[in-house]
């Protein structure tokens, strides 16, 4: 969300000459802090613009709306720099304090409403939402992608709960817009949740529009593909989780066999013989990975434990799935991967 700091005007004229000193150093502090600013360099304004705000709040303490905005900027820059505890405390002391100086619903307040929805308790973040949504309203009617923006910010804070209707609307909101950019984050978290609670099938409508949207490497499209090859594998779908190996393939730059690790895994099965006996080891396979991303030919180079375990880590190997290697433009086969599989028992299984 693109959330601004209120930057002062220009030309604060002195007081007092007696405060010349004051002056220069507050001048100096705000330079620093809008300089890091402006390069989002948000760790380097904490202390300028803790600084500003020590000064400036002595300094302009007959001008309200200066000492609301130097706290403000503050909670800002804490938030930033995922410093949400101080950021929600110095936060709610600028919302009453813009509020007295500008009114209770200016436009002003509504950066402050949305600074305090990225950085307020889990409890409080459908209050400040609702209060970020009603000054969207009032103060930018029909702007769709600040209405997207809010309900993005908080579907994802609200992510334990029910957040899938947020992301939806804020989804509609960006399509509405005609934000391709804001969309795609859209349609990427929907997915994103619908795969952390493994409604596997509501995944890869929502993933796919993701990478549609994005550009081709863009890091959230290759997320989504790489989750929709986990997807698919869990559905039972290896043709389709192929056309994703692929496209992370062509996108991600080969580093050699000592990088190269699977998309997909599933645990081995552990054998009943060995888990009785608390057995524990491990086996290091060798094989080749095809055009296609799929595992051939795995066969044992070392192993520990006993013979029980080098049967259920081949047939485990045998359903990983790789990113193809391609060579200009043309998948080939890589030989010699190795991968170490251990079987471990779980503590007080």
Request: charged share 25%.
């Amino acid at each position: 969300m693109n959330i601004r700091p209120i930057l002062l005007g220009c030309g604060l004229m002195l007081v007092t000459a007696a405060s010349a000193n004051d002056q220069q150093a507050f001048e100096a502090a705000y330079k620093a802090y809008g300089e890091a600013v402006a390069a989002q360099q948000f760790h380097a304004a904490l202390e300028p613009a803790a600084e500003a705000r020590r000064i400036g709040e002595s300094l302009y303490a007959d001008d309200p709306e200066t000492t609301a905005t130097l706290v403000f900027n503050h909670g800002f820059v804490l938030g930033k720099a995922n410093r949400h505890d101080e950021a929600y405390r110095t936060l709610k002391r600028a919302r009453k304090l813009m509020r007295e100086a500008f009114g209770d619903g200016a436009k002003e307040m509504l950066n402050v409403e949305l600074a305090l929805l990225g950085s307020a308790p889990s409890n409080a973040v459908r209050r400040y939402m609702r209060q970020a949504l009603k000054l969207a309203a009032t103060h930018h009617p029909g702007d769709s992608k600040l209405i997207g923006d809010v309900k993005l910010q908080g579907g994802l804070r609200l992510w334990g709960q029910d957040s899938v209707s947020l992301l939806e609307q804020a989804a509609q909101a960006y399509e509405a817009a005609g934000d391709e950019r804001g969309y795609a984050l859209g349609e990427f978290w929907i997915g994103k949740k619908h795969f952390v609670n493994r409604n596997y099938r509501r995944v890869p409508e929502h993933l796919n529009a993701a990478i549609e949207a994005l550009p081709e490497g863009h890091h959230l499209a290759l997320m989504a593909h790489a989750h929709l090859v986990e997807v698919h594998e869990e559905l039972g779908q290896s043709d389709r989780a192929t056309k994703h190996c692929l496209a992370i393939g062509r996108t991600k730059p080969w580093t050699g066999n000592d990088d190269y690790l699977p998309l997909f895994k599933r645990a081995p099965e552990y054998p009943r013989s060995a888990a009785t006996r608390d057995l524990e080891g491990f086996v290091l396979l060798e094989f080749t990975v095809d055009e296609m991303g799929f595992v051939r030919k795995p066969t044992v180079v070392d192993s520990k434990g006993g013979k029980v375990f080098p049967r259920p880590a081949r047939e485990a190997a045998k359903e990983f799935r790789y990113a193809p290697r391609l060579v200009d433009g043309k998948a080939v086969p890589v030989p010699e991967v190795r991968n170490r599989i251990v079987f471990m028992m779980r503590p007080g299984g």
